[in-house]
Nanobody, 127 residues
Framework: VQLVESGGGLVQGGGSLRLSCVASGFAFDRYAIGWFRQAPGKGREGVSCISRDDGSTYYADSVKGRFTISRDNAKRTAYLQMNSLKPEDTAVYYC?????????????????????WGQGTQVTVSS
C-alpha cells in the first residue's frame, strides 16, 4: 500500500492550492480516502473524507465551503481543492486510507480510524 501526496507549497492568504493523493498497491475503489493535517505543535486533525464511490463527503467545520474533496477511481487519485486559504490552514497535509467505509462525520474524520498514510505535503499560507 502506498499513498503519495503532492501539490503543497507556499501561497498567500486568499489563494488556492490543489492537493493530489496517488494510490497504489490496493483496491483503491473499495476504500474511503481521508485528508488530514497537522500544524506545528498540534495534533493531527481530520479535514475531509470521501466515500469509496464518492457518494458521501465529509468536511471539518473549519474548511467547509472553502475546500472540496473529490476522487477519480480510474486514476487511483484523490484530490483536495483548497480555496480562500488562511494562515491557520498552514500544516502538513496527509491522505489516508484503510479506515471506515462509512459512518458519521466524527468517525470519518478521526485520524485514529485510518491505518495507511502517505508521507505528507507541506502547505504554508502567508498573511
Amino acid at each position: 500500500v502506498q499513498l503519495v501526496e503532492s501539490g503543497g507549497g507556499l501561497v498567500q492568504g486568499g489563494g488556492s492550492l490543489r492537493l493530489s493523493c496517488v494510490a497504489s498497491g490496493f483496491a483503491f475503489d473499495r476504500y474511503a480516502i481521508g485528508w488530514f493535517r497537522q500544524a506545528p505543535g498540534k495534533g493531527r486533525e481530520g479535514v475531509s473524507c470521501i466515500s469509496r464511490d464518492d457518494g458521501s463527503t465529509y468536511y471539518a467545520d473549519s474548511v467547509k465551503g472553502r475546500f472540496t474533496i473529490s476522487r477519480d477511481n480510474a486514476k487511483r487519485t484523490a484530490y483536495l481543492q483548497m480555496n480562500s486559504l488562511k494562515p491557520e490552514d498552514t500544516a502538513v497535509y496527509y491522505c489516508a486510507t484503510d479506515g471506515p467505509i462509512w459512518g458519521p462525520r466524527e468517525v470519518m474524520l478521526s485520524p485514529r480510524n485510518f491505518a495507511r498514510w502517505g508521507q505528507g505535503t507541506q502547505v504554508t499560507v502567508s498573511s
